[in-house]
């Protein structure tokens, strides 16, 4: 009998999310990498009956701003781990109607509005100028098994959507929606890029679960308070861990944790 070829996959957890709960912690890896210090230690443990790797993206406790990340070294460090498929949780803003608050979506697109971020891995090799293709900068394996596994779970998701990446750490003005709105964005983000980019670039499949906490600036009466994105976060994350619970469990190509602890 041969043995099915597994993988390993990684939660990079974001606001509302900084730890995984229930996760039965086996290994914490504090890492250096030639990129500096990832957000957190790497936590890898057994969820769902697998084995996942999980980072705070914001540190534990949440405390490194979207723009200070280090997403090279936490790239490279779950890339150190054996890791080949990341689903990155992320709280948004909701910028078109199907978008609403505590809801979530799974993108397709990305426009990346980031400045000043160290954004690639190929820049210090003279002798070969890398451009990777990013067509299609979420994988569609990793979309498709998220939106099978949301199916089952009945918990109702966007299939698709732009994700705009702002800078931060403040939000947008009402005339830079309506910006991103005309180029086609669907959600705003401070966080998707170049995080997507850099696990692209290391070939790892990389998925976004985007959790929306608010109407982006504009789209409802008033100011976003952090009361409401606060609100929005606890329901729309409780539903973002039983969406990756089921993904998790029901996705055959995933390390045991049979195998994970042998
Ligand atoms: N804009 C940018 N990032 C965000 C927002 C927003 O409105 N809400 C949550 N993350």
């Not at 990346?112 to 954004?119: K, N, P, Q, W």
Request: proline share 5%; aromatic share 6%.
């Amino acid at each position: 009998m041969t043995t099915p070829y597994m993988t390993k996959v990684a939660i990079i957890g974001g606001t509302g999310l900084t730890r995984l709960g229930d996760l039965k912690q086996l290994r914490r890896d504090a890492l250096q990498t030639p990129y500096g210090q990832p957000s957190a230690d790497f936590i890898t443990g057994e969820w769902a009956q697998k084995e996942v790797v999980f980072l705070a993206r914001h540190g534990d406790p949440h405390r490194i701003p979207p723009h200070k990340i280090n997403y090279r070294a936490n790239i490279w460090g779950l890339k150190q781990l054996g890791v080949e498929n990341i689903i990155a949780v992320a709280a948004v803003g909701g910028i078109t109607a199907a978008m609403a608050p505590a809801h979530i979506a799974i993108p397709d697109q990305v426009i990346d509005y980031s400045y000043g971020r160290a954004h690639t891995f190929f820049e210090d090799d003279d002798s070969a100028v890398t451009h990777i293709d990013f067509t299609l900068p979420y994988s569609s394996k990793l979309r498709m098994q998220l939106l099978a596994a949301a199916a089952q779970a009945g918990i109702a998701v966007a299939q698709g959507g732009t994700y705009g990446c702002t800078q931060g750490p403040r939000l947008e003005t009402i005339a830079e929606i309506k910006r991103m709105e005309q180029d086609g964005c669907d959600l705003v983000g401070m966080t998707g890029m170049p995080e997507a980019a850099l696990a692209k670039e290391l070939g790892l499949h990389y998925a976004s679960v985007s959790v929306i906490a608010n109407w982006a600036a504009g789209k409802s009466e008033g100011e976003i308070t952090m009361e409401d994105i606060e609100q929005n976060l606890h329901t729309g994350m409780a539903n973002a861990a039983e969406l990756l619970k089921a993904f998790i469990a029901i996705s055959p190509d995933f390390v045991s944790s049979d195998r994970a602890n042998c």
